[in-house]
């Protein structure tokens, strides 16, 4: 009898489930596909996956892989539309091919480049370091073949898993059916219980006349045939700084257009300092300027005309123009208006809570979410808890809060927590504590490296357990520095324990533990001697 029950209470809710699918997802051949390739699923009604994610970079991979792990069946589309330039490039997202590892690659050869001229100083018989020069072909080159290698590992590790791979265009038919257009025109239609939006960001371009038929962007810069010369950044924010940075390192001119502050957000005693030590190392800035005009002259060189805070136009002429102004978040592509997908209209960010979307089964990670760190480690971690949650019974949702990051520009800038400015916004200035110090790397003394813009800060609560609520450091390998005190800080990190840890000497971050003026009284935080 229980077990007659029992079966009548399936049928019955087979039935249900059958009329809610039939209500929310018409037939196949109700969608007006065109040259569809049709899957073999919709007759019975099942999804062909579990997960399909749009969007095969950082945020995108994590979760499938962390999917698959958990038995999932999972399918990634991921497709990269060509830059106005013409830059296209393979499976990984931003991060891979044009974000933060070919930075990092480049950022490397202008600490290497640093390290030439200093190496004389420690006895390095070099021929003249002033006649040695970076060959810009070899080094996009060498990057650019590391890039392929990682796109070639990505697939594999794919293949190896199980995940299917498509490089085709997604965007929403129905909150359960994406189509994907393939590089030849055809279109696949997929369908899956749960979707996953990854599809991050592509650079802005500035309406003015000439910024998209001659300017560049970071899609490509890590790829430019030719050595980009005189160069023109325009935005001060992370990109613009460390693309200035790298370049004046290799040897090329370079200049910031910067339109309001450097690095918005960022504590700004630290982000001044920063751009002061990019000026000393001979970046130019152009400070509160909006270009209005790019021209290419006869002789290929563009003239770039821009206005200044007095309302007086100026002009110059560079080899190239980077516009590194923000970035927009690939979600309009999507056809959100068929599934009523909310998006914040200033942005087209999507507000998810817990990387839900208004629509119950479509998720999102990474840049594309509204007020969330844009960064690859951030986009990853929410990638990889989400699938947890989704598909391993996981409860535990993603900590936004005291993410680290660096910039890297090149003298680098790592922190972690509040900005001065924040801390004393959130809890008012009686109640927080700045320490701050001046230091000189030891490294930094045979070679009679400028030692001035090396500095670090700490704000912490004044009362209390003095919990430490920011951290910031310029210096060598400020993000190998910072990283550390991201985890302590993650572990509620007290001003008095962070005194009561025994520095590792010499070390550039033992500084931290060294930090004894505070900003209120009025001390000098000019460097102690070496050891003492
Ligand atoms: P992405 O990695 O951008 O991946 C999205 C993928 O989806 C892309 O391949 C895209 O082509 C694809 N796609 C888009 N629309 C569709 C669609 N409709 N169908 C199919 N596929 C689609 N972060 C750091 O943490 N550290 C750094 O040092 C750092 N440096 C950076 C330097 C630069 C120059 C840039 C631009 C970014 C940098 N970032 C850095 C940021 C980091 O790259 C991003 O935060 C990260 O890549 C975001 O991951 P994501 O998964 O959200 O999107
Ligand atoms: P950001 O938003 O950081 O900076 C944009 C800059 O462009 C700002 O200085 C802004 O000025 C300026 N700007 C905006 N619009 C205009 C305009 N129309 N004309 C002139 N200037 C303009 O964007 P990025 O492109 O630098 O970086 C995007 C994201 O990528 C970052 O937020 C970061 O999360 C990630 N990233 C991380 C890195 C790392 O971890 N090291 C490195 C690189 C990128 P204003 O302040 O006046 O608005």
């Known amino acids: 009898m229980a077990t007659l029950t029992l079966l009548a209470r399936i049928v019955t809710l087979r039935s249900a489930h059958a009329k809610l699918l039939e209500f929310s ?12 390739t049709m899957a073999c699923i919709c007759s019975d009604q099942k999804f062909m996956y579990d997960l399909l994610v749009i969007g095969g970079g950082s945020g995108g991979l994590a979760a499938a892989k962390e999917a698959v792990n958990l038995g999932a069946k999972v399918a990634v589309l991921d497709f990269v539309t060509p830059s106005p330039r013409g830059t296209t490039w393979g499976l990984g997202g931003t991060c891979v091919n044009v974000g933060c590892i070919p930075k990092k690659l480049m950022h490397q050869a202008a600490l290497l480049g640093e390290a030439i001229h200093e190496s004389a100083a420690y006895g390095w018989q070099v021929p003249d370091p002033n006649i040695i020069k970076n060959d810009w072909q070899a080094l996009t080159t060498a990057v650019q073949n590391h890039i392929k290698s990682v796109n070639w590992v990505t697939r594999v590790e794919l293949r190896t898993k199980k995940i299917e791979y498509f490089n085709a265009l997604g965007y929403f038919k129905d909150q359960h059916t994406i189509c994907g257009k393939m590089k030849n025109g055809e279109e696949k239609v997929f369908t899956a219980k749960n979707i996953l939006i990854a599809v991050g960001g592509r650079p802005r371009y500035p309406d003015i006349p000439g910024a998209l038929e001659y300017g560049i962007s970071s899609d490509d810069i890590f790829s430019l045939e030719k050595a980009p010369g005189k160069t023109l950044v325009i935005g001060a924010g992370y990109i613009g700084l460390e693309c200035a940075g790298f370049l004046n390192s290799l040897g090329y001119d370079a200049t910031v257009m910067v339109r309001s502050i ?51 136009t100026h002009q110059d002429i560079f080899d190239t123009v980077l516009f590194a102004i923000g970035r927009k978040p690939l979600t309009e592509e999507l056809k959100p208006e068929n599934i009523g997908l909310q998006l914040i209209p200033e942005t087209a960010k999507i507000d998810a809570i817990d990387e839900q979307t208004n629509v119950p089964n479509v998720y999102a990670v990474g840049d594309v979410l509204h007020k969330k760190p844009e960064l690859t480690p951030v986009a990853i971690h929410a990638g990889r808890l989400l699938a947890r949650r989704l598909f391993g019974n996981s409860t535990e949702q993603m900590d936004y809060v005291n993410v680290a990051t660096t910039v890297f520009s090149p003298l680098e800038y790592g922190c972690v927590g509040l900005s001065e400015e924040a801390a004393i916004a959130i809890h008012g200035e009686d109640k927080i504590e700045i320490y701050h110090a001046y230091y000189k790397p030891t490294e930094f003394f045979i ?29 060598p390998n400020a993000g190998e520095v910072i990283q550390g005190f991201a985890a302590a800080i993650k572990c509620n990190l007290t001003f008095p324990k962070l005194k009561d840890t025994v520095g590792i000497h010499p070390t550039v971050a033992e500084e931290f533990t060294r930090i004894s003026v505070t900003k209120r009284s009025g001390l000098d935080p000019k460097p102690q001697s070496c050891c003492s």
């Not at 430490?468 to 310029?474: N, P, S």
Request: aromatic share 10%; hydrophobic share 35%; proline share 4%.
């Open 447 to 475: 070679p009679q490296k400028d030692v001035s813009n090396c500095y670090i800060k700490v704000i912490a609560f004044r009362n209390g357990d003095q919990r430490v609520l920011g951290m910031h450091f310029i210096g």
């Open 25 to 36: 997802w018409p037939r196949c051949n109700t969608f007006p596909y065109g040259r569809t």
């Open 262 to 312: 450097v690095l918005r957000g960022f504590d700004q005693q630290m982000a001044n300092t920063i751009a002061q030590e990019m000026e000393r190392r001979g970046v130019h800035f152009i400070y509160q300027a909006k270009p209005s005009k790019i021209e290419k002259q006869a002789d290929g060189r563009l003239l770039v005309h821009w206005v200044d805070k007095e309302r007086q």
